[in-house]
């Protein structure tokens, strides 16, 4: 509930820059569309990480929620971020567990951005749990 | 002022005080069972019953005798569907409904064709509006019964009634219609509309929950429909069931006092909507939605794009609203009369409806208006669609991952 009426690190990175990665998933015919966005600094350290979210109050308290832990973790480390522990930490109900997964997905997909503009292949995407 | 500010009254109204004091006596001292024949308990309960049918049969322009006291307008609506399809079955089996009707006439409808009915589903217009020259198509020598909604529960859009039901009875069919929401609000006259059928529900109108009624015609046609609850034969043999005394002499007192306070309270609340409506329609890409000319006074139903609306009404924490109907509102589907109205499912998730009752001030609706909109621009703060929006990227262009 905290991070729905008071959400963190709303905003916009710079999606042209080199070290930011942006993910854009969800789709507005669906209710839910979450844009995520990283910072990375020489040492694959996320030094910053801001998401805007049309969505319920779940999507946005997920994402929310999602760039706090994403902020210090190296990006593998970033990659470990399960939906589950979002479920757990935000007591989402089931029908809202879609939300924590499209978290996930935004990270994921955020990460692969930074990793194409970087050089890097893709990580695979998981499979939409939808 | 108290907070929060109820503003549903589409789902449900408050319990008039004068309704609750004309139904107290009927649960301790008046307890006797209306059926009662032989006995003053059972006579002075079906004096209060005999009153309300009267206070009801007033308000819509019949005879008392053609009132049905229901459970309310579900079953209601499931009495007359269900039980004019039993009774004229032999004359024809098709009924014409549309798109935009309550799931009780939309359900009661799909049972019915499992049993062998042909259902035609009318379209409405993006006003909300059915079509009458669909209607007229739509009419062969088969249909028995076409129902269709007065007023419409989401958007309060007022179908034409009257012309409908000419075309249903030059066709030889009964026309019934749902009223839920429209009987003690506007003027409803059963003769001067043509209506065969009506259901109503008294929690709509100031008055308790689990009481309703249909109005079944008993002169040019005399209508009967076939009973779906077995028992002592009570209603005229329409529906079986002890009858719920409290409620339905709260159904009358409410009936009575939307009779005599309807026109007065219907001129203020469309003031307050109208206020309402206008200062958030004029918030940038904030649509009204359905027609307007042809409305019930107290509802408005308006979309917010680039914003969710199930995130709207949790940010709109001190205003009650709904985002859909109460219905359906457990799902996460977008609302299907709004999807009728031809709305993309963006808008359609995007809408609010505020529905103003008799206990609504001008106090409240100012703060309802602020609130929204402090809400809707805080949301759009966090919107990434708003800022693409903004920024003149035309969304329909951009492939979106389903999910």
Request: with cysteine; aromatic share 6%; hydrophobic share 40%.
């Amino acid at each position: 509930m905290e991070h729905y009426t008071n959400p963190r690190n709303v905003g916009t990175l710079n999606k042209d820059s080199k070290n930011v990665g942006t993910g854009l998933v969800g789709a507005p015919e669906c209710g839910d569309v979450m844009r995520l966005q990283i910072e990375v600094d020489d040492n694959n350290v996320i030094t910053d990480a801001k998401f805007k979210t049309f969505g319920c109050g779940s999507a946005i308290a997920s994402s929310s929620l999602a760039t706090e832990w994403l902020k210090g973790k190296t990006v593998d480390e970033a990659l470990t971020i399960d939906n589950m522990d979002i479920v757990e930490e935000l007591a989402l109900p089931p029908v809202k567990i879609h939300c924590s997964v499209l978290a996930e997905d935004a990270i994921k997909s955020a990460i692969n951005d930074y990793r194409v503009k970087n050089g890097m292949e893709p990580i695979a995407m998981p499979k939409s749990h939808h | 002022m108290e907070l929060p500010i109820y503003l549903d009254n589409n789902a449900t109204t408050p319990l008039d005080p004068r309704v609750l004091e004309a139904m107290l006596p009927y649960f301790t001292n008046k307890f006797g069972n209306a059926a009662s024949r032989n006995h003053a308990f059972g006579w002075v309960a079906e004096e209060g019953v005999d009153y309300a049918r009267e206070q009801v049969a007033k308000l819509i322009g019949c005879t008392d005798k053609e009132i049905i006291f229901t459970s309310g307008a579900t079953e209601a609506d499931n009495l007359g569907i269900k039980g004019v399809y039993e009774m004229y079955q032999d004359k024809g089996n098709h009924i014409i409904t549309a798109t935009t009707e309550h799931k009780a006439v939309l359900d009661a409808c799909k049972h019915l064709e499992k049993l062998g009915a042909k259902v035609t589903y009318l379209q409405v217009k993006a006003d909300g509006l059915i079509d009458l020259q669909e209607l007229e198509a739509a009419m062969t020598e088969q249909t028995i019964l076409v129902t269709i909604m007065y007023g419409n529960n989401e958007i309060g859009v007022i179908q034409p009634v009257k012309e409908i039901s000419a075309i249903a009875h030059k066709h030889g069919a009964l026309f019934m219609t749902d009223a839920t929401q429209t009987v003690g609000k506007i003027p409803v006259d059963v003769n001067a509309d043509g209506i065969d059928l009506m259901a109503f529900s008294a929690h709509k109108m100031y008055g308790p929950k689990g009481v309703g009624a249909l109005y079944v015609r008993r002169k040019n046609p005399r209508v009967k429909v076939t009973a779906q609850i077995d028992g002592g034969g009570h209603e005229r043999g329409m529906r079986s069931g002890t009858l719920n005394v409290p409620g339905i002499v709260g159904l009358g007192k409410a009936c009575e006092l939307c009779r005599l306070e309807m026109d007065e309270e219907a001129k203020r609340l469309s003031a307050l909507r109208d206020k309402l409506e206008g200062a958030l329609s004029q918030m940038e890409e904030s649509y009204v939605n359905g027609n307007t000319a042809h409305r019930l006074p107290h509802v408005a139903n308006i979309s917010f794009k680039y914003v969710e609306g199930e995130g709207l009404m949790m940010s709109m924490k001190d205003l009650a609203v709904s985002s859909g109907s109460a219905c359906t509102s457990a799902s996460l589907e977008p609302s299907y009369v709004l999807k009728s109205l031809g709305l993309s499912d963006d808008l359609a998730h995007s809408s609010i409806r505020f529905g103003l009752g008799r206990f609504t001030t001008e106090e409240e609706i100012d703060f309802a208006i602020e609130h929204t909109k402090a809400a809707v621009n805080h949301l759009r703060e966090l919107s990434p669609l708003w800022e693409m929006f903004k920024e003149g990227i035309d969304l329909s262009k951009i492939e979106w991952a389903e999910h």
